[in-house]
């Protein structure tokens, strides 16, 4: 079949991978000439730290996507662009005479705004802009209830997510055939890539934490843990043990293909893979609520559980404080929020036991954590951040009831029960014994001596009692008991 369009261009995004990418795909398929930009959108990294392993991943991933795509065809170079995307993408789609964009779907809501922008710009130059699903398994309204509606409860969203999938949907698309379309730049268009300094943002420990970058690393990680993934359901809970697959990040930027990822779940017939596979699910899930309920962003799912007051004032800033600097005086707690600051990951266990924490032992607003994981965390996602926050928060949908609030001690005692993990991240504490590391206030003076810790000083008291702070959070949630 004659290709329809004489060119296009390839707007990466959150996809920065060259294998099984459907807008790469679809734009090799429909044009006797494709290129290939990504445009590091300055509405996106002007307000980030200039410091952030995020930027420095996508700037390795980019090296590294220019180097598939030339081993795709000699010919192809990777055009990149530091700029503001709503400008610079219709610009070069025009300077490039192209007749189509092709693009994976972002359903954030201000990239759908952005879109939406880009689409209009594009249109008034006389060039369609094509958009594809390829983030997730199923978007948008692939899964919806008998009624039609967006599931908001995901055990049944789960039964209909498994129902639908077929091998089909786990197909990757073929690139390798059609890469002759990939064509030389014109000379016009420089294909330069921008190193980290040039677009204003600092070298981090990145290559520090073994994560990789681009598609490469994303293999290599997926290779380690295949051999793992039957124990995944035994092990996932536990920070001190190499349980997780680790590609978070990889998934989060699209330098693997979540249809790869499911494929290798599903083809398993295991416990531990089922359970990986539900995690995949979940992600899907907390993607379909964002697109059918942009509110989230901003506010609780639960519209009753605005009423809630939270601490607020100089104590409540104060606790805060506590919380992000890992000096609350609960060692779980506190050695997460060290793992976080000083590598960007956390646990998944503890992402929730820290979310509860703040939430419902100091009575924070679930929105300033959110806030902060969305600054530090390299896998960073709206749709999943926020649905984990919400869930922990019991405001959003399908959400741990609101009565049922983590105890830090007995989650320490029993997801890092030898102190493994706390002694890693906090080496202050590492000499009190694997029963005083839990609770460093319940243990007697003689154990705090012999461990080298002295309360208040070395390392802080309780910043609550958690007995305390539980009675208090019972009568804060009090106010939308009936709406629940």
Known sequence: MEKALPSALVWFRRDLRAGDNAALFHALKAARKVWCVFILDRDILDPLPRADRRVEFIVDSLHALDAQ???????????????????ALPRLADELHVQAVYANHDDEPAA????????????????????SKDHVVFERNEVLTATGQAYTVFTPYKNAWLKKLEPFYLK????????????????????????????GFDTTNLHELALGAGAEGAQALLRDFLPRMARYGETRDFPAVKGP????????????????LAHEAHAQRHAGAQTWLSELVWRDFYHQVLYHHPQVVDAAFKPAYDAIKWEHGKHADTLFAAWCHGRTGYPLV?????????????HNRLRMVVASFLVKDLGLDWRRGERYFAEKLNDFDLAANNGGWQWAASTGCD??????????????????PDGKFIRRYLPELAALSNKAIHAPWLASPLELAEGNVVLGQTYPNPIVMHDEAREKTMARYAVVKAWD
Not at 250 to 258: A, C, D, K, M, W
Request: net charge positive; proline share 8%.
């Open 69 to 87: 795509l030339r081993a795709l065809n000699p010919h192809a170079r990777l055009i990149v662009r530091h700029a503001r995307a709503t400008s």
């Open 334 to 346: 506190d050695a997460a929020m060290a793992q976080i600051n000083q590598t960007g990951y956390m």
């Open 399 to 416: 959400a741990q009831p609101w009565f049922r609030i983590f105890n830090p001690v007995t989650q320490s005692e029993r997801f890092d």
């Open 172 to 199: 990757a698309y073929p690139i390798t055939p059609y890469a002759d379309a990939l064509a030389p730049l014109p000379e016009s268009v420089p294909a330069r890539l921008p190193g980290l300094a040039e677009i």
């Open 245 to 260: 697959s680790y590609l978070s990040m990889h998934l989060r930027f699209g330098t693997v293909s979540i249809r790869q």
């Open 112 to 131: 759908i705004a952005r879109d939406h922008r880009v689409r209009g710009e594009l249109a008034e130059r006389g060039i369609a802009l094509h958009t």
